[in-house]
């Protein structure tokens, strides 16, 4: 029987859901409906520790909606689901709101590559990637090259379709929290270039967007780059919920290209080791080291950073 979305032939893929009551997840419940899943378990987020553990091998795709949930809740499910991923290869779904990043990122530690993750979706978010974990071999987020290919392409095209069946709405991340904290020494530099001049870079960016509008230069990596590179010259450290915002873009992109640019050994992340609850990410040696000679070699040719 073929789904709306065409995929004719495909085996039903299984899905459990946890969230807060029997009334969460709704948006995940319709995306799981139009892709042609089966939701073989709805579990309240309270027995989800146990439960999820507990479920049959195959496992479905196990998706986790912390809307609503409290943070100590939230963080001992999370963690579940970080063993899960990697012990057992299961294909798993997060989402989260934009104060539950640093609480999600830090319970998942290393498993965070291994995990679907979602922030304030909309309803073509929620197609789109339960349409790519239910396409997914287990354990296959990372996939070979020419199964990211194929995968991303089939997310584009369900979100393309899903973007003809519900009216898409903007969400604003709010204000830049002050998670900031500093250090005790700050970082060497072989430059002039100070965090003033690398933060005034970043407010030059974000003026193209007041005068042409949002969305046309979308540049996430670059932007994250500069913040943490400023962050540095500043000796500070950056929570990955603030650097999701410093992106400039929509949480849930912020958090792929956070595991993008992880997986490429740019980025670095690390627990508060004051608070367990929170994750920072910092600039690896070899990034670091990359911007300074990056930010020499224009200012010896006399060129802008831009």
Known sequence: MATPFGFAGARTVCFVLASMDARGGAAALDAIAMIGGDLTGHLALQEAPVALV?????????????????????????????????AQAWRCVVAMSVAQIDLVIAALGDAAEDVHLLCTPDQAEWIGTLAVAAA???????????????????????????????????????????DRRRTFALAETTSDISATDVRNV???????????????????AWDMLLDLFAARLEGTRV????????????????????????????????????????AFVTLSHEAGDAMHRYVTTLAEARLPLV
């Open 54 to 86: 507990a479920l049959p091998d195959p496992a479905p795709v196990a998706i986790v909606d912390l809307d609503g949930a409290p943070d100590e809740l939230a963080h001992d499910v999370v963690a579940i689901v970080a063993m899960l991923a990697q």
């Open 136 to 178: 997914s071999g287990a354990g296959s987020v990372r996939a070979a090259d020419e199964d990211r290919e194929q995968l991303a392409r089939l997310s584009a095209e369900v979100a393309r379709i899903a973007e003809m069946l519900t009216r898409m709405s903007t969400r604003d991340a709010g204000s830049r929290a002050e």
């Open 202 to 220: 970043l407010r030059a960016r974000r003026l193209r967007d007041r005068f042409f509008g949002d969305g046309l230069f979308e540049d996430p």
């Open 239 to 278: 929570s990955v919920s603030s650097l999701c915002i410093a992106a400039a873009v929509a949480p849930t992109t912020a958090l792929r290209w956070i595991s993008k640019l992880t997986a490429a050994r740019l980025l670095v992340r690390a627990p508060d080791p004051q608070d367990g609850r929170r």
